[in-house]
C-alpha cells in the first residue's frame, strides 16, 4: 500500500479454494484510479467479469503477479523517491511476493548505481530498524478493519448462530438416542450426522474447520480428527468432546460441548466444573478500552489454577463474518506478545479447557461479540467494554458440581439457558424442542 497518491495492496478475495473458508486465491493491485485482479479466469463467471470491466477492474492470469511486481518496480521507486513508500504486510503478502520486491529493488538500484543513496529506511513494528528498499514493514490495517464487524456482519452472525443451535439440538437429541438404544457410532459417523443436520439450515456452505470428534481418551488431543478406519467408537462411559463449526452466507460459528451419556466420575465433574467457571468469568469480563487480550486470559484459568491444573492452549481466538473461523489480529492468550487491543464490534472465541492424557478431555466454547458496557464510573475518561454471547446451545448440568458453583455462577447458567430456549425453540418441534427444554431448566443449589 502506498502512502502517497497510489495505493497498492494485495487481497484475498472471496471464493471457495480454501478447505472450509469462502475465499479463493487471488492478488488486487489498487491504485486511485483503477484496480488489477489477478486471478484464474475459469473461476469468473461472464456475469462477474463484465461486472468488474464495468467497475475498472483489470483481470489478468494469477501466476502473473510476480512479473507485475517486476514490471511496476521502477515505477513504485520512482513514487518512493518523492516520499511515498510501499507498505508491505509481512503477516499476510506471500514470500514470494516480498523475495521477488526486494531483489528487483537490489537489482534496479544497482543498476542506477546509487544504491546507498536511495535505499529508504524500513520500519517493523517489532523493532524499528532499517532494513531492505523502499518498504515499510508492519501489519496491514486492513486486517483489524476486518476485525471490527459491522452492524450487518454483527446481525448474520446473530443469525446464523441461532439456526446453528436448532441445527445441534436436532443433532444432540438423535445422538443422544443412538447411544442409550446401544446403536455402535464412531466418532467419524458422529461427524457425519452433525454435518447432515447442518446442511439443512437455511444459507449453509461448509463446515467452518474439521469436526473435532473425540470420545475418551481421544478428547485430550487437542486438535483431534478421526479418520474412517482409524477412529474410536463413542464409549457412553466416557466424555465425549465434540467442537465444530459451520459457514453460512451470513455468519461463521464454532462451538466446543462436552458430554457424558451415563454417569461422570467426582473427578470429572470437578474439572468440568472448573473450566465452566473460567468460561463465565470471560464470559463477564468488564474491562477499559484499549486492553490487549492476553490480560483476560487469566479470567478462565484461575479457577483450574487453584487447584494446579492448566491447559496448553489459547483461550479465544479472533472469528470471521462468513469467512474464516481463525481470524486476526485479536486473540485471548498467554502468549502476551499480542497487544491487539480487543474493540467493540470484534468477535472472538471463550473456550477455556482441562486435558488429562490418555483419559479425557474438557472444552466449553462460545463466541462473543464485543461491545460496549453502560459503568457506573469511567475512571480515565475511557469506555469499559464487555461481551455479548452469540452461541446459544445448553451446556450439559449433570457434569457441573453445584456445591462448587457460586449463587452469581448459577444465575449466570440459568440465564444462559433461559436464553437458549428463548432464541432456539421457535426454530424446533418434536423431540428436539423437547430435548431443549429438557436441558434448560432451571438449576437450584440444595
Known amino acids: 500500500m502506498f502512502s502517497g497518491s497510489h495505493t497498492t495492496n494485495f487481497v484475498l478475495q472471496r471464493g471457495s479454494d480454501v478447505p472450509h473458508s469462502p475465499v479463493t486465491y487471488a492478488y488486487l493491485i489498487v491504485e486511485i484510479d483503477r484496480a488489477t485482479l ?9 456475469d462477474v467479469m463484465n461486472h468488474l470491466k464495468n467497475a475498472g477492474v483489470e483481470l489478468k492470469p494469477y501466476d502473473s503477479i510476480l512479473s507485475e511486481i517486476k514490471r511496476q518496480l521502477r515505477f513504485l521507486l520512482f513514487l518512493a523517491a518523492q516520499g511515498a513508500q510501499l507498505w508491505l504486510d509481512p503477516y499476510s503478502v506471500n514470500a514470494a511476493i516480498m523475495q521477488t520486491y526486494k531483489l528487483a529493488s537490489d ?3 544497482g543498476s542506477v548505481g546509487n544504491k546507498r543513496k536511495h535505499q529508504a529506511k524500513i520500519y517493523d513494528d517489532s523493532n524499528g530498524q532499517s532494513g531492505g528498499p523502499a518498504g515499510v514493514y508492519r501489519a496491514s490495517p486492513i486486517s483489524m478493519e476486518k476485525a471490527v464487524k459491522n452492524s450487518a456482519e454483527l446481525e448474520g452472525m446473530r443469525n446464523s448462530h441461532i439456526r446453528d443451535a436448532a441445527a445441534l439440538a436436532q443433532f444432540w437429541v438423535w445422538l443422544e438416542e443412538e447411544i442409550h438404544n446401544d446403536v455402535k457410532l464412531t466418532e467419524v459417523d458422529v461427524a457425519d450426522k452433525l454435518l447432515e443436520f447442518r446442511s439443512k439450515q437455511a444459507g449453509f456452505i ?3 474447520f474439521d469436526t473435532i470428534s473425540g470420545s475418551g481418551a481421544n478428547g485430550a488431543i487437542i486438535h483431534y480428527k478421526p479418520e474412517p478406519g482409524n477412529c474410536s467408537v463413542v464409549d457412553p462411559k466416557k466424555l465425549f468432546l465434540l467442537d465444530s463449526g459451520a459457514q453460512y452466507v451470513d455468519g461463521t460459528t464454532d462451538i466446543t460441548r462436552t458430554v457424558h451419556f451415563g454417569e461422570p466420575s467426582a473427578r470429572q465433574k470437578e474439572c468440568f466444573t472448573r473450566v465452566l467457571q473460567g468460561h463465565i468469568a470471560l464470559d463477564q469480563a468488564v474491562f477499559p478500552e484499549n ?12 479457577f483450574l489454577w487453584k487447584i494446579g491444573l492448566d491447559y496448553r492452549h489459547g483461550t479465544g481466538h479472533g472469528v470471521g463474518a462468513a469467512l474464516n473461523v481463525h481470524e486476526g489480529p485479536q486473540g485471548i492468550s498467554y502468549r502476551y506478545g499480542n497487544m491487539t487491543p480487543l474493540v467493540k464490534g470484534m468477535i472472538v472465541s471463550n473456550e477455556p479447557g482441562y486435558y488429562e492424557d490418555h483419559a479425557f478431555g474438557i472444552r466449553i466454547e462460545n463466541l462473543l461479540s464485543v461491545k460496549e458496557v453502560d459503568t457506573p464510573n469511567r475512571f480515565g475518561g475511557l469506555s469499559y467494554l464487555g461481551f455479548e454471547k452469540l452461541t446459544f446451545v445448553p451446556i450439559q448440568t449433570k457434569l457441573v458440581e453445584l456445591p462448587l458453583l457460586s449463587e452469581a455462577e448459577i444465575d449466570w447458567l440459568n440465564n444462559y439457558h433461559s436464553q437458549v430456549w428463548d432464541k432456539v425453540s421457535p426454530l424446533l418441534d418434536g423431540s428436539a424442542r423437547q430435548w431443549l427444554w429438557n436441558n434448560t431448566r432451571l438449576l437450584v443449589k440444595e
Do not use: H, I, N, Q
Open 107 to 109: 537489482r534496479y538500484l
Open 38 to 46: 489477478f486471478v484464474d479466469d475459469a473461476k469468473v463467471t461472464s
Open 206 to 208: 461448509d463446515t467452518s
Open 291 to 302: 486492553t490487549p487480550g492476553f490480560v483476560l486470559d487469566a479470567f478462565a484459568r484461575s
